[in-house]
Every structure is written in structure tokens, then in C-alpha cells.
């Protein structure tokens, strides 16, 4: 399994990114994923989830109404668009497969993203 994941940046606050993840080596299309992110000193915490159908997201209450997950099947990739970033979206963003409920233990590098002026 290979998780890349890229797009990250250095952004003003109230600008846009957007993160893509390629995936390899497992049935992309019947499963979950999901992005998380890691700022400095903190937890690894969960960002946005999508069903394999692209019928179910779900966001975190901190990014909801300006992000938007989404996912292309056939080329096995999944995207986070970004958008009105904040400071606080600071943070290495990273994304994984939801197999039982969570996040696979197979992280990717993981791709960095700045807010700041």
C-alpha cells in the first residue's frame, strides 16, 4: 500500500490550497478514506472522511464550510480543497485508508501546509 500525498504550501490566511493523495496497492474503490493533519506539538487529528461512493463526507467542526473532500475512483486518488485557510490549519496534512472505523497504521509522508502572512 502507498499513500503520496501533495499540494501543500505556503498561503495567506483567507487563501486556498489544494491537497491530492495517490493511492497504490489495495481495491481503492470499496474502501473509505479519509485526511487527517498533525500541527507542531499536537496530535494527529482527523480532518474529513468520505465513503467509497462519494455519497458520505463527514468534516470536523473546525473545517466545516471551507473544506471539501472529494475522491476520483478510477484514478484512485482522494483531494481536500481548502478553502478561507487560517493560521490554524497550520500542520503536515496526511491521508488514510478507514478500514474497523479508523485510520490504517500505513501513513504516507504527508504534505506540509502553511497559513501565515
Known amino acids: 500500500v502507498q499513500l503520496v500525498e501533495s499540494g501543500g504550501g505556503l498561503v495567506q490566511p483567507g487563501g486556498s490550497l489544494r491537497l491530492s493523495c495517490a493511492t497504490s496497492g489495495f481495491i481503492f474503490s470499496v474502501y473509505s478514506m479519509a485526511w487527517y493533519r498533525q500541527a507542531p506539538g499536537k496530535e494527529r487529528e482527523f480532518v474529513a472522511f468520505i465513503d467509497s461512493t462519494s455519497r458520505l463526507t463527514k468534516y470536523a467542526d473546525s473545517v466545516k464550510g471551507r473544506f471539501a473532500i472529494s475522491r476520483d475512483n478510477p484514478k484512485k486518488t482522494v483531494a481536500l480543497q481548502m478553502n478561507s485557510l487560517k493560521t490554524d490549519d497550520t500542520g503536515v496534512y496526511y491521508c488514510?485508508?478507514?478500514?474497523?472505523?479508523?485510520?490504517?497504521?500505513?501513513w504516507g509522508q504527508g504534505t506540509q501546509v502553511t497559513v501565515s502572512s
Open positions: 488514510n485508508i478507514i478500514r474497523s472505523g479508523g485510520p490504517t497504521d500505513i
